[in-house]
């Protein structure tokens, strides 16, 4: 059966960029519409209520089009629908720290690191509110450095994020770092379990249209779209 | 095979309480550990390195424990371990219906509305850091309008939140709403189908604890556990 895909999705949101990850590693081919969510465009609204990216929809060739709206109803209906390759463990308990874990970077990392820094040099940019604020972005980038020294620790005693396989936590934790990244905000020399294991990652076919994100006014770091950095 | 499970749960919060009621529902017995998790107990961050509740830990007869740490890994498992009765539709547009409302009360709803009113009436007084501010109940009593404005019309055209089903979405609305209505900030006259959809649920045996949880200095509305109210 033919299904036509359409991720509507902004390139510098890390929960956009999750489900661009989770699509590719499953093969599934889809069309990107980079949408500007902050000026409420009604295409959004209309799939969405909280106007909110990502959105996924699959239209077959028959039948109703399905609308999943935000990322834990498109990360949870790929692993259901298309469940080969899996991006969650068999093993219960690997399952559960691989749920943990994304529950940690939509709150914990998101308030206490991502947020501010990204609030400081995306969002003011694009609402035009200004230059980003140096006290805010302190607060973020100690933030990170605590959420590193974590990740660190898990990934010295493990091969990815939750354990023995790549799963959605690692595209979770990879989604925020490379927004960070794009930035130059990556402090990577402190953390070399976190580089090797990015590194890894940014050398899969799915990671490749990260690296080739640009946004009008935000320019990347230089090391941004390398391999070897 | 015997399990024996224990939830570290706070009995105020949303999502423990959500924690309860797919326990509940699903009657799998299991003992309640009420935490002070502001104080940080060590039995606790031990479990979860958030520190945050709900915990579900089960001990099989024989065979290591699994922990379950952050409601999105407890749901999940329980559906996938216990799937009679279940709480999600078989259909893949009401399952996605469902995610979307999950997310839509963590972020949005606790954003907008619960986050205020929680904060002044709960956590204030946990913490010891005076009494509620009478603006940021205000914002937070007109977010939760504005919200209730959206579940009532949805309710006037489903009989569950997600659509044919009772799911998760409704036990996260519920969980959410059953602490509002504890401090009896419930504006339930101007939401007829919210109440009837809310009397439906209060009447589940699942609900049931809920309704009897007391915190010492935090006294109940004279109605909360009233099913005719």
Same sequence: chains 1, 2.
């Avoid at 949408?35 to 077959?60: C, D, I």
């Avoid at 003011?124 to 509110?129: D, F, M, P």
């Amino acid at each position: 059966m033919t299904i036509d895909r359409t991720l509507h999705h902004f390139p510098l949101d890390p929960a956009s960029r999750q489900a661009r990850l989770a699509l590719g590693e499953k093969r599934l081919p889809f069309v990107e519409v980079s949408t500007r969510y902050w000026e409420r465009p009604k295409e959004l609204t209309r799939l969405n209520p909280s106007g909110m990216v990502p959105v996924l929809v699959e239209k077959p060739a028959d039948g109703p089009p399905l609308v999943l709206c935000e990322l834990r109803a498109i990360l949870d209906h790929l692993e259901e629908a298309y469940p080969d390759p899996p991006l969650l463990a068999p093993d219960p308990a690997e399952r559960a720290e691989a749920r943990r874990l994304l529950t940690w970077f939509e709150r914990k990392f998101e308030f206490e690191a991502s947020g501010y820094i990204l609030h400081e040099k995306i969002e003011k940019r694009l609402l035009g509110l200004g230059s980003p604020d140096l006290a805010n972005l302190r607060m973020g980038r100690d933030g990170l450095k605590n959420h590193l020294f974590m990740l660190d620790d898990l990934l010295q005693a493990r091969e990815w994020l939750a354990g023995k396989r790549m799963s959605f936590a690692d595209f979770a934790a990879a989604a925020h770092i490379s927004v960070i990244d794009y930035f130059g905000d990556m402090p990577w020399r402190e953390f070399p379990a976190v580089k090797t294991w990015y590194m890894k990652l940014k050398s899969r076919p799915a990671f490749r249209p990260l690296l080739s994100d640009r946004w009008p006014g935000l320019h990347p770091a230089g090391h941004y779209d390398d391999l070897d950095f």
